[in-house]
């Protein structure tokens, strides 16, 4: 007589449950400083993946007569900073009666990013503006507060195309010659469109439009210009 053998248990299947709230938008922002200006532009398509989700979802957000910011990466992360930072800055101003300075606004977003470090704002931010002395001034951030005051920065989906060409036509980096920068505002204004257009050519996160927001002492003028819609 031969003896069935005996059913045995059937091991419990693991499960596995990953939370992931980020997203990539895409995108790309930059700033440059000038002697006595500094521009901020961004491009405005929000993307996921190869699917466009909106054509104009503004990047750069004007904070005070005299700061920029932009922001680029999670698209939702990005706007909900620039709501906390605004209001940060309006009980401030009902506190000490005065607007926040550029570089006092630069302390408070390193400061406001480094709290939020454990779960962090995904996205990479980029401050410009004019100091306490009207000169222009540019401050750099990664995820979780880290900041440095540069001359010229590009962040976003399409910084490793932009950045090279900034060091080239800004920093006079990696050249055979031994040129001089003289960079006037509508030097600047040029280099910036160039660049984008450049950059669209090859990044498809990046497109359809650029705000450049121009920022003086008397007061900021944003223009746009269009890119590739495609």
């Known amino acids: 007589m031969i003896s069935e053998p005996i059913p045995t248990a059937q091991p419990a299947r693991q499960m596995a449950n990953r ?14 400083a000038g002697e006595d200006f500094c521009i901020v532009a961004a491009d405005t398509r929000q993307s996921d993946g190869y699917h466009i989700n909106c ?14 910011i932009g ?32 570089p006092a606004l630069a ?3 390193s400061v406001m990013l480094y709290q939020k470090r454990f779960f962090p704002y ?14 222009g001034c540019v401050f750099d951030y990664d995820s979780v507060g880290n900041v440095e005051r540069v001359k010229y920065q590009a962040e976003g989906s399409g910084k490793e195309l932009l950045q090279p060409f900034l060091d080239s ?3 006079l980096k990696n050249r055979a010659t031994d040129d001089v920068l ?18 669209t050519e090859r990044d498809i996160h990046t497109g359809d439009c650029v705000e450049i927001y121009i ?16």
């Open 19 to 32: 939370f992931d709230p980020y997203e990539d938008n895409g995108g790309t922002t930059m700033a440059l």
């Open 55 to 68: 054509r104009y979802a503004p990047k750069a957000h004007q904070l005070s007569d005299k700061t920029v």
């Open 71 to 102: 922001t680029s990466g999670f698209y939702a992360d990005g706007i909900c900073l620039v709501k906390r930072i605004k209001q940060r800055m309006e009980w401030y101003y009902h506190q000490h009666d005065k607007v926040m300075s550029t």
């Open 107 to 109: 302390q408070l977003l």
């Open 122 to 135: 995904y996205c990479f931010t980029i401050l410009g503006g004019l100091d306490e002395e009207g000169k």
């Open 169 to 171: 036509q800004i920093g």
């Open 182 to 199: 003289d960079l006037t505002e509508e030097k600047a204004i040029k280099i910036v469109k160039d660049a984008f257009s450049s950059v």
């Open 215 to 230: 920022i003086r002492k008397d007061g900021i003028e944003c223009e746009k210009y269009p890119l590739k819609r495609d």
